[in-house]
């Protein structure tokens, strides 16, 4: 075929363009929703939803949460176009995890004896708290993942991360809903560890998956 | 060559806009520039020069929401044709480096005469007989897309999404064709 009469193709095609952005927003909102009907009629809400949304460790837990999904977004609003890179997402995460690790830290030290701070790891969750995450955000990361090969990713593993990163963290502040756990120490473990399984397997699956 | 920087991304500003013959204007020169850029990196395979053209302008088609409009255009479609290059070599397992470039070099270069492609003709030919149909009508005789839609037997509003479906496969399928 000639280049000109292919040329004539794509000038015949008309479909609407959509910018990384609003298809990224389109992904973080369906993803949101499946997360959220899986809390509902999953996991469940935890029951004292109402008087813990009073209190100022629910919303520190979404702030985290949320920082780490838009570390992701950033990351990939970048990454999702040829030649781009992940600074700025990347540095808001890595500052977003900083800040959460060394509370963690800081409240353990602080409890009286080391069964005290193993027990504040340990909460009452933490043989499910990442994995639910996982489950959580994996819709999304399917989602995310399809959403950016129809961009144009050049560096796949880089922006399969992103995409976890981005999925995890949205997953991760709907999970706040149900998870009843309050301490830094907690959250920073096993939050963050959950929403990293995601951004790994966002970046093994990105090697093949994000290629055109 | 800021000159070529600065027509092509007023002719894609204005394809985007929904200009046709803007639109053209823009792949016909940036072809032109790709045909160029390939054909001196590429000099043990020439044959696979018009493929990768072809290959990268689908690409630029299908991929430009991901151009930036405040950034160069110039810089943007460097990029694309040089992951589509760093692509081809992977897959045919050719090792070979391509060492950073400025995009400005990508713009310098003496136009080779187009050659003809094979491998697109090929991913055509796997299509469905209705999407092969519209895509060749539109091209080859130059009929409108509702024309082209009529005489496959679908409306206007089919034949749109049946041309950029086929446009979509064929991209796929040229990845795949070694």
């Known amino acids: ?212 | 060559m800021t000159e070529t920087e600065t027509r092509l991304k007023a002719l894609m500003l204005r394809g985007l806009e929904g200009d046709a013959s803007a639109y053209r204007a823009c792949l016909a020169l940036l072809g032109a520039r790709l045909r160029a850029y390939f054909a001196r990196r590429m000099a043990g395979a020439p044959g696979d020069v018009e493929d990768l053209v072809q290959e990268t302008l689908l690409a630029v088609h299908l991929k430009r929401s991901t151009w930036d409009p405040s950034q160069s255009f110039t810089a943007w479609a460097h990029a694309v044709a040089r992951y589509k290059l760093i692509d081809h070599w992977r897959r045919r397992k050719i090792r070979q480096t391509l060492p950073i470039e400025d995009h400005i070099e990508f713009l310098a270069a003496d136009e080779p005469e187009p050659s003809v492609g094979i491998e697109l003709d090929r991913a055509l030919a796997s299509l469905p007989e209705k999407q092969r149909i519209l895509v060749s009508d539109v091209k080859l005789t130059g009929l409108s897309l509702a024309e082209a839609g009529a005489r496959a037997g679908i409306s206007e509003g089919a034949a749109k999404v049946a041309l950029h479906r086929a446009l979509k496969v064929l991209a796929e399928r040229m990845r795949h064709a070694d």
């Open chain 1, 1 to 212: 075929m000639r280049t000109e009469d292919l040329i004539e193709a794509l000038a015949a095609d008309g479909a609407p363009i959509r910018p990384p952005p609003r298809r990224l927003a389109a992904v973080a909102g369906a993803g949101a929703l499946v997360a959220l009907v899986l809390v509902l009629v999953w996991l469940r809400p935890r029951h004292d939803l109402m008087s813990a949304m009073q209190g100022g460790m629910f919303w520190m837990k979404a702030l985290y949460t949320a920082a780490l999904g838009l570390a992701g977004y950033l990351a990939i609003e970048r990454l999702s176009r040829p030649a781009g890179g992940g600074r700025r997402g990347w540095l808001l995460g890595g500052a977003a995890l900083a800040v959460f690790v060394a509370a963690g830290v800081v409240q353990a030290m602080r409890s009286p004896d080391i069964q005290a701070a193993l027990h504040m790891l340990r909460g009452h969750s933490w043989h499910s708290c990442s994995v639910n995450i996982l489950i959580l955000g994996l819709p999304m990361l399917a989602l995310g993942l399809v959403a950016v090969r129809g961009m144009a990713p050049t560096r796949p593993v880089a922006a399969g991360f992103a995409t976890g990163l981005f999925a995890g963290g949205v997953a991760a502040t709907v999970y706040g809903l149900h998870c009843p756990e309050n301490t830094f120490t907690f959250v920073a473990l096993w939050y963050s560890l959950g929403v990293l399984l995601l951004a790994l397997i966002g970046a093994i699956a990105g090697r093949w998956a994000l290629r055109w």
